[in-house]
């Protein structure tokens, strides 16, 4: 085979992380979503936290399932490998890929229609086998890609576009993630980047299905007076509980100061994440404490932000399954056949 | 007339009582007498009280399809006796349970009725219901010992090693053979014509079914990743991976497991994990059948599309719909061969016994990467699970996996720019990367519309120029598929018959009889689609060629006429579809019947 080698263009001036790679090193293609989309800004968020991280791209893989959020993978990290799936089917693919190897750092990219309505069930199942994974749902209540249908996220009463009012119950990912038994459930604002940025790092070092509804307004079709996924609605109504810095063990950054209480956690790779509370009583390891607040705040009309639960002790899918350390493949053939004498052997039973 | 080692035994039960470790008892033993048998279940849909059957074929000649007679029928079932006494050959026997009377209005002349008192026998014996239940099975096999002269120490030796564990389960065991072999022995005439005799046909043979012998191709392949959702005829494929990967595929030192299996929530996600653990670099399967794959076909065409190495292992069932799950059929040819959406055909293996689902198991891994699209692996629930004799499974230990074209990181290093569909060799198949390998190698795979490059695009030439690579690849794919199994008869002959897959045995059956009325076909089992340069020739070179299918539309037929040159007026189709595996009976009768008539004509 005839491949043409072509020298590497550096680009200078920009900070470099551990790795020696620059901010532009985790950017993608161009986006070509609409100007202003939300989903444009977590793509932002998602550069600068791997960028701080260090991941090294070769190792990160991002997937998604079909719509405008689902597009965004191509843009970002363009040194990883992506996979555009099928609608609502994202969580099956990264089961199978982190299946086969599980070094991997696997970036699942959904939309609200992607996960809610037609993948609800593969969003369900990623999140019990606890599946390590940072998945994050684009939520902007609509099925942008298919031109401002209600998606299963509207909030009963919004109005769509054309003027139709939803009267479903809206399902809350969050709300969900955490009945399922999952380990992580969050929910950021696509437009505060101080928040989303931490609270991504801290959902890929967690060891298990790291779940963050990002509340992402679609400019185009939802975000319009009585739409309560809308910039304006959101901005005035979101309320904060929890704020998450992350610390890794290289190189600790400095956490924002804000008043309150920290709850250190310890994960299992060594590093520490450090949740700033800003409300007192709250306390992100119990589902009970979560669900209430979830609820009190849904009663209000508010949207609450921060990590809602985590439980980083849970068990991850390859620790239930009693898979081996390293990924399935990097074993050597040998090490996968048992050989003819073992296949003679075994049919000794079959006479 | 006596009928040694030629027989067919039937034993009609409840499912649930059972029934059915003393049919394997019986069928081993004959086996182990050195007699060629087959084994039929044919069981209901159903865990507990509906009818079963168990067919066993002993033939020296070693013929292993049903031939559509019964010699010996062990009517256990008060609820299909009329249907049971019914369907008994002209001069068999019937044993019947005389504990209780008999309904005299059910008859037959032409049968021979042997009474056997089995639960009053039992009873007596055992103070247990459950035991009791359990013994009156065992009981039948030891009056069918008296009967047919089969090996009693035969017999012993079989219990001892399925109760090695537990010694006094094989004196019970051996207390109620001992109870039907003597009540045989004092009150009929022992042994019956019809009857077995030592001899020695089964050296190096084992007795498998299809999906045990599968799912060891799997293992031996190298196969990491099974995802799965629960479905009959296609659920003991995961269960016999499992099974043998627990044994054989452990870390020596850690005990951990060097393998992952994923009880998905439904099929699209099987065949979800499926993709993304061969995107991943792993070799990944799915076990399924008719409805699964219907489930799984928009991924099937994603895999197609962005060439995705995946192995589909469909054990047909009897459809549409939810069909008959526990009776067989041949009738996901044309699903397979064209699952999803759009442009589509996929390679698709077609064994015919538990030996080639072994072979073709491994080779549909290798072709599955070398071709990077998915694969499918056709098998039905009769050879999925029945018990087949086959020559004993040998493995190649310098064989190593044809992992297609794969950059590694070493050959990513020297690349800058890395194109995902470019097709730099001229077969259709580009070279692909692994993710955690080399920055290098990264590439978006998307099922939206992509160029060369792997780029987004819509672009009616860009997107044509990689669909018509793909015909490409078909080509190649085409040229690499195993080979159809030519058999010639003796005599030259311008009629032919194609078969595939478990119609094998009834079809050799069928053309042994035939040709010994002077009536020649060659045959040519097909064993995969695409089909090779020897399916078109054995098409040209004969004038009447039938087409054995099973399932009602002559979906082989259907094939050959929509993927060759033939003229389709020279195809016959013979088609079974009734969900009972094909007998070599159907074959003979519709074939001599054709070519008498066109003889005279
Ligand atoms: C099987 C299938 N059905 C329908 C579609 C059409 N479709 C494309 S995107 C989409 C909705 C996406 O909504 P969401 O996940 O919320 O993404 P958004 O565009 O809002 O970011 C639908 C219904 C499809 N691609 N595949
Ligand atoms: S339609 Fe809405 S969701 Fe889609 S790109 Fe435009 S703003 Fe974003
Ligand atoms: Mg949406």
Same mark, same amino acid.
């Given at each position: 085979m005839?491949?043409?080698a072509?020298?590497?263009?550096y680009?200078?001036?920009? !900070?470099?992380?551990?790795l020696?790679?620059t901010?532009?090193?985790?950017?993608?293609?161009? =986006?070509?979503l609409?100007?202003?989309?939300?989903h444009?800004?977590?793509t932002?968020?998602l550069?600068?936290?791997?960028?701080e991280?260090?991941?090294?791209?070769?190792?990160?893989i991002k997937?998604?399932?079909?719509?405008?959020s =689902?597009?965004?993978?191509?843009?970002?990290l363009?040194?990883?490998?992506?996979?555009?799936?099928?609608?609502?089917?994202?969580?099956?693919v990264?089961t199978?890929?982190?299946a086969?190897?599980?070094?991997?750092?696997?970036?699942?990219i959904s939309?609200? &229609?992607d996960?809610?309505s037609?993948?609800?069930g593969q969003?369900?199942?990623?999140?019990? !086998?606890n599946?390590?994974?940072?998945?994050?749902?684009?939520?902007n209540?609509?099925y942008?890609?298919t031109?401002?249908q209600? =998606?299963?996220?509207?909030?009963p009463g919004?109005?769509a576009?054309?003027?139709?009012?939803? !009267?479903?119950q809206?399902?809350d990912?969050?709300?969900?993630?955490?009945t399922? &038994?999952?380990?992580?459930?969050a929910?950021?604002?696509s437009?505060?980047?101080?928040? /989303?940025?931490?609270m991504?790092k801290?959902?890929l070092?967690?060891? &298990?299905c790291?779940?963050?509804?990002v509340?992402?307004?679609?400019?185009?079709?939802?975000d319009?007076?009585? =739409?309560?996924?809308s910039?304006a609605h959101t901005?005035?109504n979101s309320?904060?509980?929890?704020h998450?810095?992350?610390?890794?063990?290289?190189?600790?950054?400095?956490a924002r100061?804000? @008043?309150g209480?920290?709850?250190?956690?310890?994960l299992h790779?060594?590093?520490t994440? /450090?949740? !700033?509370?800003t409300?007192?009583?709250y306390?992100p390891?119990d589902?009970l404490?979560?669900?209430a607040?979830?609820?009190?705040?849904?009663?209000k009309r508010?949207?609450?932000?921060?990590?809602?639960?985590m439980?980083?002790d849970?068990a991850?899918f390859?620790?239930i399954?009693?898979t081996?350390?390293?990924? /399935?493949? @990097?074993?050597?053939?040998?090490?996968?056949?048992? &050989?003819?004498?073992?296949?003679?052997?075994l049919?000794?039973?079959?006479? | 007339?006596?009928?040694v080692?030629?027989?067919?035994?039937? %034993?009609?039960?409840?499912?649930?009582?059972?029934?059915?470790?003393?049919?394997s008892?019986?069928?081993?033993a004959?086996f182990?007498m050195?007699?060629?048998?087959?084994g039929? *279940?044919?069981?209901p849909s159903?865990?507990?009280?509906?009818?079963t059957w168990?067919e066993?074929?002993?033939s020296?000649?070693g013929y292993?399809a049903r031939?559509?007679?019964v010699?010996?029928m062990?009517?256990?079932?008060?609820?299909?006796?009329?249907?049971?006494?019914?369907?008994?050959s002209?001069?068999?026997?019937?044993?019947?349970?005389s504990s209780?009377p008999?309904d005299?209005?059910?008859a037959?002349?032409d049968?021979h009725?042997l009474?056997?008192?089995?639960?009053a026998?039992?009873?007596?014996?055992?103070? *247990?219901a459950r035991v009791?239940?359990?013994?009156?099975?065992?009981?039948?096999?030891g009056?069918?010992?008296?009967?047919m002269?089969?090996?009693?120490?035969?017999?012993?030796?079989l219990?001892e090693?399925?109760?090695?564990?537990k010694p006094?389960?094989v004196?019970? *065991?051996?207390?109620?053979?001992?109870l039907?072999h003597?009540y045989?022995?004092e009150h009929?005439?022992?042994?019956?014509?019809i009857?077995?005799?030592?001899?020695?046909a089964?050296?190096?043979?084992v007795? %498998?079914?299809?999906n045990?012998?599968?799912?060891?191709?799997?293992?031996?392949a190298g196969?990491?990743?099974g995802?799965?959702?629960? %479905?009959?005829p296609?659920?003991s494929?995961?269960?016999?991976?499992?099974k #043998?990967c627990r044994q054989?595929?452990r870390?020596?030192?850690t005990?951990a497991?060097?393998y992952?299996?994923?009880q998905?929530?439904?099929e699209l996600?099987?065949?979800?994990?499926?993709l993304?653990?061969g995107?991943?670099?792993?070799?990944a399967?799915?076990p399924?059948?008719?409805?699964?794959?219907?489930?799984?076909?928009?991924?099937?065409?994603y895999? #197609?599309?962005?060439e995705i190495?995946?192995v589909?292992?469909?054990?047909?069932r009897?459809?549409?719909?939810t069909?008959?799950?526990t009776r067989?059929?041949?009738?996901?040819?044309?699903?397979?061969?064209?699952?999803?959406?759009?442009?589509?055909?996929?390679?698709v293996l077609?064994?015919a016994?538990?030996?080639e689902?072994?072979?073709?198991a491994?080779?549909?891994?290798?072709l599955?990467?070398?071709?990077q699209?998915p694969v499918?692996?056709l098998?039905?629930l009769d050879?999925?699970?029945?018990?087949?004799?086959i020559?004993?499974l040998t493995w190649d230990?310098?064989?190593r996996?044809d992992?297609?074209?794969?950059?590694?990181r070493?050959a990513?290093?020297?690349?800058?720019k890395?194109?995902?569909?470019?097709?730099?060799d001229?077969d259709?198949i580009?070279?692909?990367?692994?993710p955690?390998?080399?920055?290098?190698?990264?590439?978006?795979?998307?099922?939206s519309?992509?160029?060369r490059?792997?780029g987004?695009?819509?672009?009616?030439?860009a997107?044509?120029?990689?669909?018509?690579r793909l015909?490409?690849?078909w080509?190649?794919?085409?040229?690499?598929?195993?080979?159809?199994?030519?058999t010639r008869?003796?005599?030259?002959?311008?009629a032919?018959i194609?078969a595939y897959?478990?119609?094998?045995g009834?079809v050799?059956e069928?053309?042994?009889?035939?040709?010994a009325?002077?009536?020649d076909?060659?045959?040519?089992? %097909?064993?995969?689609?695409?089909f090779g340069?020897?399916?078109d020739?054995?098409?040209?070179?004969?004038?009447?060629?039938?087409?054995v299918?099973?399932?009602?539309?002559g979906?082989?037929?259907?094939l050959l006429?929509?993927?060759t040159d033939v003229?389709?007026?020279r195809?016959?189709?013979?088609?079974?579809?009734?969900?009972?595996?094909?007998?070599?009976?159907?074959?003979?009768?519709?074939?001599?019947?054709?070519l008498?008539?066109e003889?005279?004509?």
């Open positions: 005839t491949y043409i072509k020298p590497r263009v680009h200078s001036g920009l !900070r470099e992380n551990p020696g790679l901010i532009r090193d985790y950017e993608g293609g161009l =986006s070509t609409c100007a202003g989309c939300g444009d800004s977590i932002t968020a550069v600068q936290a791997c960028w991280l260090a991941l090294k791209p070769e190792q990160v997937l998604s399932g079909i719509g405008c =689902s597009k965004t993978p191509a843009y970002f363009s040194g990883s490998h992506g996979f555009n799936s099928v609608h609502g089917r994202m969580p099956a990264a199978g890929a982190l086969a190897n599980r070094d991997l750092v696997c970036i699942g939309g609200d &229609g996960s809610l037609i993948g609800f969003f369900a199942h990623a999140v019990r !086998r599946l390590n994974m940072l998945y994050i749902i684009e939520n209540g609509v942008g890609l031109k401002g209600f =998606s299963a996220s509207a909030d919004s109005k576009k054309y003027g139709e009012i939803n !009267r479903n809206s399902i990912p969050v709300a969900a993630a955490i399922l &038994g999952g380990s992580f459930a929910r950021a604002f437009g505060d980047k101080d928040q /989303l940025v931490p991504i801290a959902g070092r967690h060891p &298990g790291a779940v963050i509804d509340v992402s307004p679609c400019v185009t079709f939802n319009h007076e009585g =739409s309560t996924k910039y901005r005035s309320h904060q509980v929890v998450v810095d992350f610390v890794p063990p290289a190189e600790p950054i400095t100061q804000t @008043d209480q920290q709850v250190p956690v310890r790779d060594g590093s994440i /450090l949740l !700033r509370k409300d007192p009583d306390e390891t589902r404490t979560a669900m607040c979830l609820e009190r705040h849904r009663r508010e949207i609450v932000t921060g990590v809602l639960f439980d980083t849970l991850e390859h620790q399954a009693g081996s350390s390293g990924a /399935l493949t @990097d074993l050597a053939f040998e090490d996968l056949n048992p &050989g003819n004498d073992k296949l003679q052997a049919q000794q039973k079959l006479r | 007339m006596s009928q080692n030629d027989f067919v035994i039937k %034993i009609a039960t409840v499912n649930g009582t059972g029934s059915a470790s003393a049919n008892l019986l069928m081993k004959l182990r050195g007699i060629p048998v087959t039929k *279940n044919l069981f159903n865990i507990q009280g509906l009818p168990y066993i074929r002993a020296h000649a292993r031939s559509g007679r010699d010996m062990v009517a256990m079932n008060a609820q299909t006796y009329g249907k049971d006494l019914a369907e008994v002209p001069g068999g026997y019937l044993i019947y349970d209780w008999r005299r209005q059910l037959r002349q049968v009725l009474g056997i008192p089995l639960a026998m039992v009873n007596e014996q055992y103070g *247990n009791r239940i359990l013994m009156k099975n065992i009981a039948y096999v009056a069918l010992c008296a009967l002269a089969i090996d009693r120490d035969v017999v012993k030796a219990l090693e399925t109760f090695a564990a006094k389960l004196d019970s *065991n051996l207390q109620a053979i001992q039907g003597d045989a022995k009929f005439d022992c042994p019956l014509p009857r077995a005799e030592p001899m020695a089964t050296v190096d043979h007795m %498998i079914d299809g045990s012998a599968a799912a060891l191709g799997c293992l031996f196969a990491t990743v995802a799965w959702y629960p %479905i009959t296609s659920t494929l995961m269960d016999a991976f499992e #043998y054989l595929r870390d020596p030192d005990d497991k060097r992952c299996i994923v998905a929530e439904d996600a099987a065949a979800g994990m499926v993304g653990a995107w991943a670099g792993a070799r399967f799915t399924t059948s008719g409805p699964g794959i219907s489930l799984m076909s928009e991924f099937i065409g895999a #197609y599309y962005t190495p995946a589909f292992f469909d054990i047909q009897v459809g549409p719909s069909g008959m799950p067989t059929q041949q009738c996901d040819l044309m699903a397979a061969a064209y699952a999803s959406h759009g442009d589509t055909r996929h390679p077609l064994p016994d538990p030996a689902c072994f072979e073709l491994v080779t549909a891994f290798d599955a990467e070398s071709l699209t499918f692996v098998s039905d050879i999925g699970m029945n018990d087949w004799m020559p004993k230990d310098d064989y996996p992992r297609g074209k794969v950059l590694d070493q990513l290093e020297k690349i800058d890395f194109h995902r569909y470019l097709d730099v001229g259709g580009p070279w692909r990367s692994v955690g390998t080399h920055p290098a190698g990264a590439f978006f795979t998307r099922g519309g992509h160029n490059y792997g987004y695009t819509e672009d009616a030439d997107y044509q120029d990689v669909v018509d015909l490409v690849k080509e190649t794919a085409r040229q690499r598929m195993p080979a159809g199994v030519l008869s003796t005599r030259p002959t311008e032919g194609i897959g478990s119609s094998d009834a050799t069928a053309l042994d009889r035939l040709a009325e002077g009536l076909l060659d045959y040519l089992r %097909i064993r995969a689609f695409p340069d020897e399916i020739a054995f098409l040209e070179s004969h004038q009447r060629i039938f087409v299918d099973q399932n009602r539309d979906q082989m037929k259907s006429t929509l993927e003229d389709r007026n195809l016959i189709s013979i088609r079974h579809y009734n969900g009972m595996p094909i007998p070599s009976d159907l074959i003979y009768d519709q074939v001599r019947r054709i008498a008539r003889a005279v004509a």
